[in-house]
């Protein structure tokens, strides 16, 4: 993928600022509903989200840590994807063509006893993650690398590594709306 930064960006902010829109509607919902699941193997509302906050837990800190510790890299005008970061990020992305992925142990929240504070944890990643995209936008995606939790070897593009996170997000908050069959909450 190669876009301008800035549009990779938007284009990203877009995406959290409807994730933070969604789980803020969700908060306005019965715990029932957010507990109740579509059929004996799927995740409910609350397991979906669970499991965002369980990957931003890891990433949130890694790209904060990259944003604020260390030397930044000014910003390029154009961004474009390194080869296994543009093939995560294409798998994340929720369509017609999304495979069903095996969850590492650690990240399954399933049969977790879970309430509200899982809606206000992810709120409060959403209100950082924009922190961070802003400030991404002052810095090189290209030059500033974050591990993977699959494997600290493997550091993608800090670009690539946010559209993973969102496109993940994205996923994953289209799951939890089908688990409440909340059909007030738009896609």
């Not at 877009?14 to 789980?23: K, N, P, Q, T, Y």
């Not at 650690?106 to 709120?123: I, R, Y």
């Not at 810095?139 to 500033?144: F, G």
């Not at 993940?168 to 909340?182: K, P």
Request: net charge positive.
């Amino acid at each position: 993928m190669r876009t301008t930064s800035k549009q990779l960006i938007d284009d990203l902010e877009i995406l959290a600022d409807r994730h933070l829109s969604i789980v803020q509607d969700f908060q306005k919902l019965d715990p029932v509903i957010l507990n109740q699941k579509p059929d004996l193997l799927a995740w409910n509302a609350l397991e979906c989200i669970e499991h965002l906050n369980l990957y931003g837990n890891y990433y949130l800190k890694e790209i904060h840590e990259a944003l604020e510790i260390r030397p930044i890299p000014p910003a390029k005008k154009i961004y474009k994807s390194g080869w296994l970061g543009n093939y995560f990020a294409k798998e994340m992305w929720p369509d017609e063509k999304s495979k069903k992925t095996k969850t590492f142990k650690k990240m399954d929240p399933s049969g977790s006893d879970l309430g509200m504070e899982v809606l206000k944890e992810f709120e409060q990643q959403q209100f950082l993650m924009q922190e961070l995209l802003e400030k991404s936008r002052n810095v090189d995606l290209m030059k500033i690398k974050i591990p993977l939790t699959i494997s600290r070897w493997i550091r993608l593009r800090l670009g690539d590594i946010l559209r993973i996170v969102i496109y993940h997000n994205e996923r994953h908050i289209r799951q939890a709306i089908r688990a409440t069959s909340a059909d007030h909450v738009s896609l």
